[in-house]
C-alpha cells in the first residue's frame, strides 16, 4: 500500500491481472518518453517486491528490460502491476 501511495494511485481502479494478456511492449522509439529516473525508482522497487511476490515476476521481467529507455507504453505496464497489486495486496506473499 505504501507503494500506491507513493505513486499517488491509492484511488486507482483495480485490475485482474498484473500484465495486459499478448502485450506488445517493445523499444519503439517513435512514442513520448516518460520521466526515466521515476521509472527506474518505481521498477527497482517492484523488482524488490517480486521476490515476495511471485504473481508480479513476469510482469515485473518485462516492464525491467526497458529501464534504460522508458516511454509511455511502458509506464503504462507499470501502472497496470500497481493496479494489479492493489485489487490484491496479500495474494502471492510466501511465508
Same mark, same amino acid.
Given at each position: 500500500?505504501?507503494?500506491?501511495?507513493?505513486?499517488?494511485?491509492?484511488?486507482?481502479?483495480? $485490475?485482474?491481472?498484473?500484465?495486459?494478456? /499478448? %502485450?506488445?511492449?517493445?523499444? @519503439?522509439?517513435?512514442?513520448?518518453?516518460? /520521466?526515466?529516473?521515476?521509472?527506474?525508482?518505481?521498477?527497482?522497487?517492484?523488482?524488490?517486491?517480486? %521476490?515476495?511476490?511471485? @504473481?508480479? $515476476?513476469?510482469?515485473?521481467?518485462?516492464? !525491467?528490460?526497458?529501464? %534504460?529507455?522508458?516511454?509511455? !507504453? %511502458?509506464? /503504462?505496464?507499470? @501502472?497496470?502491476?500497481?493496479?494489479?497489486?492493489? !485489487? !490484491?495486496?496479500?495474494?502471492?506473499?510466501?511465508?
Amino acid at each position: 500500500m505504501d507503494l500506491l501511495t507513493g505513486t499517488g494511485m491509492l484511488g486507482c481502479k483495480p $485490475a485482474d491481472t498484473p500484465i495486459e494478456m /499478448n %502485450h506488445k511492449l517493445c523499444e @519503439d522509439m517513435d512514442q513520448e518518453p516518460t /520521466n526515466k529516473e521515476q521509472y527506474q525508482r518505481l521498477v527497482g522497487r517492484l523488482i524488490y517486491l517480486a %521476490h515476495i511476490r511471485p @504473481d508480479i $515476476a513476469y510482469a515485473v521481467s518485462v516492464v !525491467s528490460q526497458f529501464m %534504460h529507455l522508458p516511454n509511455v !507504453s %511502458h509506464r /503504462n505496464a507499470v @501502472d497496470q502491476i500497481l493496479r494489479y497489486l492493489k !485489487s !490484491s495486496p496479500g495474494k502471492g506473499l510466501m511465508f
